[in-house]
């Protein structure tokens, strides 16, 4: 059974520019199983001390791994709520076995401890409907059950309670469903990784 | 003299130099000093000026690196795992333990740490300020973070009476959960460091508003100065606007400070206020000053001994000279010609020295020749010689003429030695020339034993004919007390006269020439005539009417055509004898009928007269010629006059 219902989500700032790195959510009263393992096993790489990508999102059950792709040791960690946890410190392939589960939905805001301008987000998701806006600000899904949904958008400077906003949304078989969503974001204040960083590492 | 005359008028020229000289020196002294001293305290001032501009810039750079410092271990505070996991926990005990933990290594670099969430409630506080919420300069402390890039803000603030410099950062887990807030006291162990590397005293002072007052209550907080020398700042110092900015001059016991402020915690509005008083010890940096100063007054003085001395020694080596030259002149004055002043010196000095030496010698013959002269003429006549240019000829005058002459004295000479006879004769003549001076009469010239005298010549008086006639009496009464059988016959006539110098160009006398002497001389000789002592004219009794006179005749005396009243003096008026009053009544009658030519009445009145009183040969007079008279009658017109044909 194929059906081609869809959702396109367009996210816009206060000032009308796209948000990139926004996690869109369909939630409904029945959980859904998901079929595809890349909401149940999500990679966060640690290149060139950045974490890749910034936003993940893995559904309820689902585990990460923290692979090293530099040539130096890191250290993730995170205070959340959502999920404590915090490796010990390793070095490149080191660690490649090594998954973390998330059990407990919510945002996971993990760093490193010796980067701390390496930020990234874990978003654990209730259901496996969930996207992330690109570039322009646009996240979409297909084949999308039709049904009554409650749509959540979350992103890490939205200004609102657990800096997400929702809404309820009906999908209809057949159509795709485009939503325009502008939202107000609050300043980030977070470490910045300063210019020198790159040039005075150890070789 | 005008006051400003009056004033600096000096009886000393010594003192007059000594004025002038320091009317001279004092105001280029003074105005040097006050130009120099001006710019050395300015300099001094500029100096300490720029010390304490330093000192409070090391301040403020000590702050800033123990500031910096703070910044490094809470920053690094922020990244450190142990407490971000102690963070995580949820726990402020624990989260309290682990700040105690940082500020114990911090090598007191951190005195305090204060928590707080995102919303500016406080999670932990090391001071136990029992703040739940953030309040004052603390929420302005974290806006001021909130609105920097970098979430950092700096400030002091005063954490129970004790300024703390205070730094907040945010705490990233990795993302920002909340402020950590450090600080560090700006304390005795502060200010100390401060001192050792500016070499000037650091106080801090708190200044508080009292409630419900304008006062303000100033505190040393702490100090690297003696508590004393605290207490004076705290009273001293000024935080008013204008003050604040400007050097201030604190006086401590142990010394002037001059003070520089910085405000290290609130403005102007607020009631708590934190200053960083800088001072430096006014004296010390004077110290060159005061020694220059010094200096300058001792060269100032040496300067004005030196010149003083200068000063006196030349006054010296010209009032010595002049002094003496003074003492000299006034013996002069005095009329002692016989000094003279011994001066070697070749100026002007030496000059006046040499003409007063000459004057002297002038003076004194001049003065010889004066007492010469005075002993030859009279001394008014001497004077008048002297004091006027001697020249032939002379002015008309109104003058009184005394002649006298002495009766008995050829009788008085018979058979005395011609030395004796001289001798008597000068006793007489002094004695008369000297009535006659002390009536301001003037001797003209003696001849034989008669004397001519000269009255309102060469001098004029009031009182000249009255003079003549007291000299006439006094004569009188001289010559009848001196008891030697002598007596005195004057005449005296007043009218015009001519006065000066007769003679030749080479010997001149000053005398009197004309009628008037003429005719004193007549009268005198006619006083044997009427046996009376004087004659006196009509002119002369009209001139002195305050005597006694009796009229005697009317005469015309030889050479002469018109007839002349003549008179006796007979006294001073109202000192008469009754006696003697009745006779000169007695007299005028038998004159009257003389004059009416009623001779048997005349005669029997000059008879009676004869009888009663004692001058017989005057009445007889008239008696003779009213013999003649009734042989040879008058002339129908005749007034009484009678002719005397020779002299």
């Known amino acids: 059974m194929v059906s081609a219902q869809e959702i396109v989500l367009r996210l816009l700032d206060a000032d009308g520019a796209p948000v990139p790195g926004a996690v869109m959510e369909l939630l409904s009263g029945s959980s859904v199983a998901s079929t595809s393992t890349g909401l149940r096993e999500a990679r966060i790489d640690q290149l060139d001390k950045e974490f890749v990508p910034t936003v993940t999102t893995i559904v309820v059950g689902g585990s990460a791994s923290f692979p090293n792709s530099d040539d130096i040791l890191h250290h993730v960690y995170s205070f959340s709520g959502a999920k404590t946890f915090d490796t010990p410190l390793y070095g490149s392939d080191a660690n490649s076995q090594y998954r973390e589960m998330f059990e407990v939905p919510g945002v996971v805001e993990i760093g490193c401890n010796i980067h701390d301008w390496m930020l990234a987000y874990i978003y654990v998701g209730e259901s496996d409907l969930m996207a992330i806006s690109d570039d322009v600000g646009v996240a979409g899904l297909t084949n999308i059950p039709p049904g009554q949904y409650r749509l959540r958008v979350w992103h890490s400077r939205l200004d609102a309670p657990q800096n997400s906003v929702e809404q309820d949304i009906v999908i209809e078989a057949g159509r795709t469903e485009e939503v325009e969503l502008t939202v107000e974001l609050a300043r980030d204040r977070r470490v910045r990784r300063a210019p020198s960083a790159n040039r005075k590492r150890y070789r | ?647």
């Open chain 2, 1 to 647: 003299m005008s006051l400003a005359g009056s004033l600096f008028s000096f009886r000393s020229f010594r003192s007059r130099l000594i004025v002038f000289l320091l009317a001279l020196l004092v105001p280029v002294l003074g105005g040097i000093f006050y130009y120099v001293n001006t710019n050395n305290t300015e300099y001094t001032e500029e100096t300490i000026n720029s010390y304490l501009e330093f000192g409070a810039d090391v301040f403020d750079y000590t702050r800033e690196q123990q500031a910096l410092t703070l910044q490094v271990i809470t920053n690094s505070l922020t990244s450190d795992f142990g407490f971000r996991t102690a963070f995580a926990a949820n726990d402020p005990a624990t989260l309290f333990d682990a700040a105690l933990n940082v500020m114990d290594r911090s090598f007191n670099s951190v005195d305090m740490l204060l928590i707080l969430d995102l919303d500016g409630q406080v999670i932990i506080d090391t001071e136990t300020q029992g703040m739940e919420m953030l309040e004052g300069p603390w929420l302005q402390l974290l806006n001021t973070a909130d609105a920097d890039e970098e979430g950092r803000a700096e400030m002091i603030i005063a954490i129970n009476g004790l300024p703390f410099q205070v730094i907040a950062l945010p705490l990233y887990l990795p993302r920002q959960v909340a402020w950590i807030v450090g600080g560090f006291v700006l304390d005795q162990e502060f200010v100390d460091r401060v001192k050792k590397t500016i070499l000037s005293e650091v106080s801090i002072v708190k200044s508080e508003q009292v409630l419900g007052s304008e006062n303000l209550d100033l505190e040393v907080i702490v100090s690297t100065l003696t508590s004393d020398d605290q207490s004076a700042l705290a009273q001293q110092i000024q935080f008013d606007g204008a003050q604040l900015a400007s050097l201030q001059r604190i006086s401590a016991a142990s010394q002037d400070y001059t003070s520089l402020l910085r405000r290290l915690y609130g403005n102007e509005e607020e009631p708590i206020q934190v200053f960083a008083v800088i001072q430096r010890s006014y004296d010390e940096n004077s110290e060159n000053v005061v020694q220059f100063r010094s200096l300058l007054i001792q060269f100032y003085l040496l300067v004005l001994v030196v010149s003083l001395l200068a000063v006196l020694f030349l006054a010296r080596s010209i009032t010595t000279p002049l002094s003496k030259l003074v003492g000299v002149v006034k013996q002069i004055e005095e009329g002692d010609y016989d000094r003279s002043v011994a001066v070697e010196s070749n100026d002007e000095i030496g000059e006046l020295a040499d003409s007063v030496n000459s004057m002297a010698r002038g003076l004194a013959e001049k003065e010889r020749v004066r007492d010469l002269l005075g002993k030859v003429v009279s001394h008014q006549i001497a004077e008048q010689l002297l004091n006027n240019p001697i020249e032939l000829g002379g002015e008309e005058r109104v003058a009184t003429i005394l002649f006298s002459d002495i009766r008995g004295f050829t009788t008085f000479c018979e058979g005395l030695p011609p030395k004796e006879v001289l001798k008597a004769l000068n006793i007489v003549l002094s004695t008369i020339s000297d009535i006659v001076e002390a009536h301001q009469g003037v001797v003209d010239k003696y001849n034989g034993d008669a004397v001519m005298a000269l009255f309102g010549v060469p001098i004029k008086g009031t009182t000249d004919t009255a003079n003549a006639m007291s000299a006439l009496l006094d004569i009188t009464a001289a010559l009848e007390k001196m008891d030697s059988g002598l007596s005195a016959c004057v005449g005296i006539t007043t009218g015009i006269v001519v006065a000066g110098n007769l003679g030749s160009s080479n010997r001149m006398n000053y005398s009197v020439i004309g009628d008037t002497v003429n005719l004193s001389a007549r009268l005198e000789s006619l006083t044997r005539l009427y046996n009376v002592s004087n004659i006196v004219s009509e002119a002369s009794r009209d001139d002195a009417p305050n005597f006694a006179y009796r009229e005697l005749d009317i005469v015309c005396v030889a050479g002469k055509s018109q007839a002349v009243r003549i008179f006796e003096l007979l006294g001073i008026e109202g000192e008469l004898s009754s006696s003697k009053k009745s006779e000169v009544a007695d007299f005028s009658e038998a004159l009257k009928e003389y004059r009416y030519q009623n001779w048997d009445a005349a005669q029997e009145q000059f008879s009676c007269l004869q009888v009663k009183c004692d001058n017989t040969q005057l009445y007889q007079v008239f008696l003779d010629r009213i013999e003649k008279f009734r042989i040879d009658p008058s002339e129908p017109n005749w007034l009484g006059e009678y002719v005397f044909g020779s002299k």
